[in-house]
């Protein structure tokens, strides 16, 4: 028996999303995208839903992103800096022991 809960596979196709998914979400992101830029109706809030492209636009292009484990784009990761800058770390202060507690 494995020790392991689930069966690893191959490391290159654990980064890749499943391309079904991928289009399908894809599609939900256009379409609602085009909704939104041509339908004013669908840039309205309801009481049920509340704000509609939060829901049209918003949410499935979380979950799109999700899908891909939250890249960065290929364009913002080559505008972030290579290097992070270490400071050195606060030190929190050790209480010398009180002989005798204050009176307040």
């Known amino acids: 028996m494995s020790t392991a809960p689930f069966p690893l596979s191959h ?20 379409s609602g995208l ?33 899908l891909h484990r939250f890249r960065l784009p290929s364009a913002m990761r080559r505008l972030r800096p290579a290097g992070r800058r270490r ?3 606060a030190r929190r202060l050790r209480a010398r022991p009180a002989g005798l507690a204050r009176a307040a």
């Open 87 to 89: 400071a050195p770390q």
């Open 34 to 66: 085009a909704l939104v830029l041509l339908v004013p109706l669908a840039r309205a809030s309801t009481d049920a839903l509340g704000w509609l492209p939060l829901w049209l636009v918003g949410m499935p292009a979380v979950a799109w992103w999700s």
């Open 11 to 30: 490391q290159s196709s654990q980064n890749r999303p499943d391309a079904g998914l991928d289009r399908a979400l894809r599609r939900v992101v256009l």
